[in-house]
Structure formats: structure tokens, C-alpha cells
């Protein structure tokens, strides 16, 4: 049996491009298969797993979908960002040919970043709950009719021919990864560039959201991220997930965070993580 503090988890089957993340933050950690967001978030919040790997967004796809419900109830604490290069393949059982394709499974994302590519080779996207859970499917299937869209990792594990390399329709393709932890890992006020994460929800007043970002802008604090999105339950009011530029405790973001807080409901901004930046590697800035 693993050590718990020793493994990270992910959603997705090994060859998943949330593996391959793993791998490249993490490679001394055990990675973990979790069939959906749900169980890997759980997987921290129980023990069973030390840190998941959350994707949120990609480069061509846009955002995850409802993982932005999911964090904030998570109770967990993002403690860093990754982003991982996506190189899709084409795969096939052994001995196909691309002639032979009719249909490609794959996850929703995976099919949307060759949408234009299948489209060429007029073929017919059927989604999948991950991309390497497709490339392990039809391996087993062995239907030559049938191809996967997943990473060349999960060729190479499932024992499948490449048909297509690079089949991804934009050359910078990019997800972006959060790193999150039952507890969380405040990082010392220092030069380096920092990033917090934050969601919040308005008082029902005019202008609301203007007034209370006027903060930042006041105090020369950078905002990347701005989504709105309806939280369940409350369905007259949007809540509003934030990516600032700055430690949570320098005196900029203190003073911004204040007028924040006035224009907000009582305990509705909360904070998910400070974390050290990783802008050095993204192309989705």
C-alpha cells in the first residue's frame, strides 16, 4: 500500500495529460487515478492522497467545465500553478489505418482542440470521460474503426499506433494546472511574483462590481483573471472567481482587499490560495 503523504492525485486514467503534469511537478509523488473531479478532491480532503492536480483551463478549450464550483467547496488550498504543454495524437488499435476510421473518442476538451483537424478527416467525435480512459477503451475494443484522441504516453500504455502526431488544431496548445492541499502553504512575503486566488460574491447595490475592484486599480494590483459564474442555490446572485498578481499580504493587496470586502456580502471573499507564479511557462497570459 502507497503512503498517502507520498501521492498525488489526478482525474483521468494513466496516459491522462493530468499523469503526465503530475509527473513533471511532482516526480518523486505516486500519481493517483481518480475517475472524476469529485473523488480526486476527495482523495485529498480524506488523506488518501497528499496534493491533486486540478486542471482548470486550456489555452484553445477555455475553461474546465464545473470545476469552478467545486474548488471553492472543496475546503482545499491551491499551493501552486502548472502548465503543461498538450500534444494530441490520433490513436488507433494495432494494424489500423487512418482510411479505416469512422469515429474518435476522446474527452469534451480534448475533442474541442481538434475539432477543425477531425472535421478534415471527416470524422465523428464522440466524448469520453477522459482521454486516456478512451485510449485504454478502444485497445480493449480493438475496433480499427475506432481512434482515440489522448497523449502519446497513453499510446505507449495501452499498446496503440499513432496515426495522426500533433493533431491538436492551434501549435500552442496549453492547460493550466492548479496544485491543491488539505492545508495551506502561505509563502513568505518576499521579491518573488506571487498570485492569489480568491472568490467572492457582491451586496446587491448599484455599480457593485465596479466600485469593489476599484481597489485594485487604485493600489496598482493586477488582475489576470476575472470569471463570473452562478453559484447553486443562489441563483439571483453571480459569484465572481479572481486571479490577482500580489502576495495576500503586502500592503497593496491589504488595502485592496478591504474595499473588496465592503462591497461584498459578510464572509463571501474567500480566499483559495497564495502561491507562487509560474508565468515563465504560460501561454495563456
Do not use: W
Not at 467547496?73 to 500534444?87: T, V
Not at 499513432?162 to 492545508?183: C, G, H, K, P, W
Amino acid at each position: 500500500m502507497s503512503n498517502a503523504a507520498n501521492n498525488i492525485a489526478f482525474q483521468g486514467s494513466l496516459g491522462a495529460y493530468s499523469h503526465m503534469a503530475c509527473l513533471a511537478v511532482k516526480p518523486e509523488m505516486t500519481p493517483i487515478p481518480c475517475e472524476s473531479f469529485e473523488d480526486m478532491l476527495l482523495d485529498v480532503q480524506e488523506g488518501t492522497a497528499y496534493l491533486a492536480m486540478v486542471p482548470v483551463e486550456n489555452s484553445i478549450a477555455g475553461r474546465v467545465a464545473d470545476i469552478h464550483h467545486l474548488l471553492p467547496e472543496s475546503g482545499l488550498h491551491i499551493i501552486g500553478e502548472h502548465f503543461q504543454p498538450i500534444n494530441h495524437h490520433l490513436l488507433a488499435p494495432r494494424g489500423a489505418k487512418l482510411d479505416d476510421l469512422v469515429e474518435v473518442h476522446s474527452h469534451a476538451q480534448g475533442l474541442a482542440q481538434c475539432r477543425e483537424r477531425l472535421r478534415s478527416l471527416g470524422l465523428q467525435p464522440i466524448v469520453h470521460p477522459d482521454t486516456a480512459g478512451a485510449a485504454k477503451d478502444i485497445a480493449a475494443r480493438g475496433d480499427k474503426k475506432v481512434g482515440a484522441i489522448a497523449s502519446a504516453l497513453a499510446g505507449e500504455i495501452y499498446g496503440l499506433d499513432v496515426l495522426v502526431t500533433s493533431a491538436e488544431d492551434a501549435e500552442q496548445n496549453t492547460t493550466r494546472f492548479l496544485i491543491m492541499a488539505r492545508e495551506p502553504q502561505m509563502p513568505t512575503l518576499s521579491s518573488e511574483a506571487m498570485l492569489t486566488t480568491m472568490v467572492f460574491r457582491l451586496r446587491s447595490v448599484p455599480a457593485a462590481l465596479y466600485k469593489a475592484l476599484g481597489g485594485f486599480a487604485t493600489n496598482g494590483v493586477n488582475i489576470t483573471k476575472l470569471e463570473s459564474y452562478m453559484r447553486p442555490g443562489f441563483v439571483d446572485h453571480a459569484q465572481f472567481y479572481v486571479d490577482v498578481e500580489g502576495h495576500t499580504e503586502s500592503p497593496a493587496m491589504t488595502q485592496a482587499m478591504e474595499e473588496l470586502r465592503f462591497y461584498c456580502e459578510e464572509g463571501e471573499v474567500r480566499i483559495l490560495g497564495c502561491y507562487p507564479a509560474n508565468r515563465a511557462t504560460s501561454d495563456l497570459s
